[in-house]
């Protein structure tokens, strides 16, 4: 089965910066992709970036040129280096990653880790 701990979350104030961890293990297939989603309340969960194992990532638009994506697949885990951060930050971030198997393609989350930005 496969499991996700995060860690990383916290408070910090407008301009600062936090970095999140995610630990996945659990899976004899290698994680396709590993990323980053966030849900603020009241909205649906957005895709933050993702990295894939072949060394593509991505990113949303509001998070580009202040957040960096990375992984350490000796590790299993990914990173998010988020920098700059703005109140509109805000919000719960779940770790994610896709595992591709012989048959089919599988999907997974983690418990989610709040991220809290003063202004």
């Known amino acids: 089965q496969v499991q996700l701990v995060e860690s990383g979350g916290g408070l910090v104030q407008a301009g600062g910066s936090l970095r999140l961890s995610c630990a996945a293990s659990?899976?004899?297939?290698?994680?396709?992709?590993m990323g980053w989603y966030r849900q603020a309340p009241g909205e649906h969960r957005e895709l933050v970036a993702a990295a894939t194992s072949g060394g593509s990532v991505s990113y949303a638009d509001f998070v580009k040129g202040r957040f960096t994506i990375s992984r350490d697949d000796a590790k299993n885990t990914v990173y998010l280096q988020m920098n700059s951060l703005k109140p509109e930050d805000a919000a719960v971030y779940y770790c994610w990653v896709v595992v591709c198997t012989t048959r089919d393609a599988n999907e997974y989350w983690g418990q989610g880790t709040q991220v809290t930005v003063s202004s």
């Open positions: 659990g899976s004899r297939f290698s994680f396709n992709v």
